[in-house]
């Protein structure tokens, strides 16, 4: 079956360095690629997505590269800011069974520090 | 445009007790998704619905749970009797359906604890 790896928290860091959340995944199919961030007292977002081997999601500084060779996800954001805490899920989605029924990580916690 | 939302916020039941969670999606979407994060695991796909049809309950946990989505807008999800394994954060999401994936809305969720 399908399951997504990533890095396990709490990740604290200081307003301004760099941040890397490691995710690897397993899918029977071709998967499409998600990063959703959940901020305090808020539902799940979609942060980025990609959705085949070599395309780069980016949005509000976060990027994140489909490697098929590695099976890998990794989101990244060169200079984080305190509003950048929340919980970072890696996600992937397979239509196989036609529903299009997402698949999570744990979730990485993300504390930024002034 | 109205989000998804989710009733109640919070919910804290007895075990052996029946607890009724609603999710209303965004208006026009006829894709709506139960998920469910339990206490430090990943967050679970549990059912899919197309309108009033269930397209997939492959993550459904067993017979306790019961969702239906009358008349293709909101969704309720009952736990009867609910259990203490049952605690936890249930997510409902919605998604229109114009062919492939659409990105699913995630409404904030409801704790449901169970004593």
């Known amino acids: 079956g399908n399951s997504v790896t990533q890095m396990e928290g709490p990740v604290t860091l200081s307003e301004e360095a760099f941040l890397t959340i490691n995710c690897t995944y397993t899918?029977?199919?071709?998967?499409?690629l998600f990063w959703y961030v959940q901020y305090p007292g808020e539902g799940l977002q979609l942060l980025l997505k990609a959705t085949k081997a070599d395309d780069k999601g980016s949005n509000k500084g976060f990027e994140a590269t489909y490697r098929k060779e590695t099976t890998s996800f990794h989101l990244e954001k060169g200079s984080v800011q305190v509003s950048d805490s929340a919980v970072y899920f890696c996600?992937?989605?397979?239509?196989?069974?036609?529903?299009?029924?997402?698949?999570f990580g744990k979730g990485t916690k993300l504390s930024v520090i002034p | 445009e109205a989000g998804v939302t989710q009733f109640p916020s919070h919910s804290v039941i007895e075990k052996g007790q029946t607890v009724t969670l609603r999710c209303d999606p965004i208006s026009g979407h006829d894709n709506l998704y139960w998920y469910r994060r339990v206490m430090g695991k990943e967050i679970k796909f549990l059912l899919h619905?197309?309108?009033?049809?269930?397209?997939?309950e492959s993550g459904m946990p067993n017979n306790r749970f019961l969702a239906e989505r009358t008349g293709g807008t909101y969704s309720t999800l009952k736990v009867q009797p609910a259990e203490l394994e049952d605690s936890g954060v249930y997510f409902c999401?919605?998604?229109?359906?114009?062919?492939?994936?659409?990105?699913?809305?995630f409404g904030p969720g409801t704790r449901l604890t169970v004593l």
């Open positions: 899918a029977t199919g071709y998967p499409s």
């Open positions: 619905f197309v309108k009033e049809s269930k397209q997939d």
């Open positions: 996600a992937l989605s397979d239509s196989g069974a036609g529903s299009y029924q997402l698949t």
């Open positions: 999401a919605s998604s229109q359906d114009v062919g492939g994936y659409n990105e699913q809305f």
